[in-house]
């Protein structure tokens, strides 16, 4: 992969992480619940990390990075995306968070998929695996949100 398309991607990496990060920065602005609020800016500080270690990928042109993802049980996968409301239940605003992960790590996924240069597929697959840590996490707090009974 040449210099300009290993760009191209990161520079829509990182577009990406900037509009997750904007979308949880604006939901932490109308929610009414403290915690949810407190929650949904910890994402966008999160996004804000994701971003600089992306631009710093950029900048130092590493094709080759891994990221981890822990075990994925796909509980994403098996939850409807709600509706966005000022009102959510704690359970419903990390659902919709998780669901948002999902959605990037399934775009990579289908990057990497359609393409037939090597190395472009290794870094559209290394960008789904690090949306899916993200989306990990966020299974791993519904989980614990929405299932208490459990602990």
């Known amino acids: 992969m040449d210099k300009k398309d290993f760009e191209n991607i990161m520079d829509m990496a990182i577009a990406a992480e900037i ?9 932490a602005a109308k929610i009414s619940d403290a915690g949810m609020k407190k929650l949904f800016q910890e994402f966008a500080d999160e996004e804000q ?6 631009e710093n990928i950029k900048a130092k042109e590493i094709q080759n990075f891994s990221f ?3 075990p994925n049980y796909k509980i994403s996968e098996m939850v409807e995306l709600p509706k966005l409301s000022i ?9 919709l968070a998780m669901k948002k992960e999902e959605e990037s790590m399934n775009t990579y996924s289908y990057l990497a998929s359609v393409t037939d240069d090597p ?3 290794n870094l559209f697959a290394g960008l ?3 949306e899916e840590g993200h989306k990990v996490r966020m299974e791993g707090l519904y989980t614990d949100t929405a299932y ?3 602990w």
């Open 19 to 27: 509009e997750a990060y904007e979308f949880y920065r604006d939901v």
């Open 49 to 54: 990390g994701h971003k600089k270690a992306l």
């Open 68 to 70: 981890t993802s822990g």
């Open 87 to 95: 009102d959510m239940k704690p359970a419903d605003a990390i659902a």
């Open 119 to 121: 190395d472009k597929k």
């Open 128 to 130: 789904a695996k690090m």
């Open 148 to 150: 208490p009974e459990v």
